[in-house]
């Protein structure tokens, strides 16, 4: 299946999601979102995968839930979840390296209603990477040239999450310069978009391409980071 773009029925159809949030009414209308959603995220991922391997060969992709999709049920099962079962927001990943998908340097976006969200990087990280980070950045020449790549993308009008700690971990103290870098608990960038543009295939995969072009230098830098991982 070509890509030729979402229908712009899929946007008002997530809108439905949020307001008729139960696993009865989504039953029901299955149907349409294999036809809006689904189908449509599926030649999409095939489609962008393959661009996006010019601007890194070795990146995962695949038309799969749990590979480049992810399930529209959502887990209420854990303690912090979110009451509501159904996601009205679609996400999509292309990952690099042989880690866990989110904790892989990665070209991430999703889309609701409200935006579509365009970021590279990683999120959040969980132990083992974040080890690795602080690993990464504790010598001084890494960490200037981080500084340095985030300077030339936040130039190019893109935003960097916020950093998650108030305190300097270990090794870390504000006198070295850079320091505050150890302070992130992930480490992306992102830009926010009109959600429109999914309904526009050849002008979201150029819109996209250009971003990504963009942050690639975060990417290409996680991804090294990605490679320090010591797993238990």
Known sequence: MEFQGFSKETLPFLALIRENNNKEWFELHKKKYETLILEPSRAFVEEFGEHLQALEPTVNFSPKINKSLFRIYRDTRRPDAIAVPIKHRIGIIFWQG???????????????????????????????????????????????????????????????????????????????????????????????????????????????????????????????????VKED
């Open 98 to 228: 042989s880690g866990k998908r989110m904790q892989s340097s990665s070209f991430y976006l999703h889309f609701s209603p409200e935006e579509l969200f365009v970021a590279v990087g990683v999120r959040w990280f969980e132990k083992p990477m974040l080890d690795a980070y602080r690993e990464y950045i504790a010598d001084d020449e890494r960490r200037a040239y981080l500084r340095e790549v985030l300077e030339s993308i936040t130039a190019k009008g893109y935003k960097i999450i916020e950093k998650g700690y108030k305190r300097y971990p270990r090794g870390f103290d504000k006198e070295m310069q850079n320091a505050e870098l150890s302070l992130y608990k992930g480490m992306a960038t992102y830009k926010v978009l009109d959600p429109h543009l999914i309904e526009n295939g050849e002008k979201l995969i150029d819109t996209l391409f250009k971003i990504y072009e963009d942050m690639l230098p975060l990417q290409q830098l996680m991804y090294d980071v990605s490679l320090r």
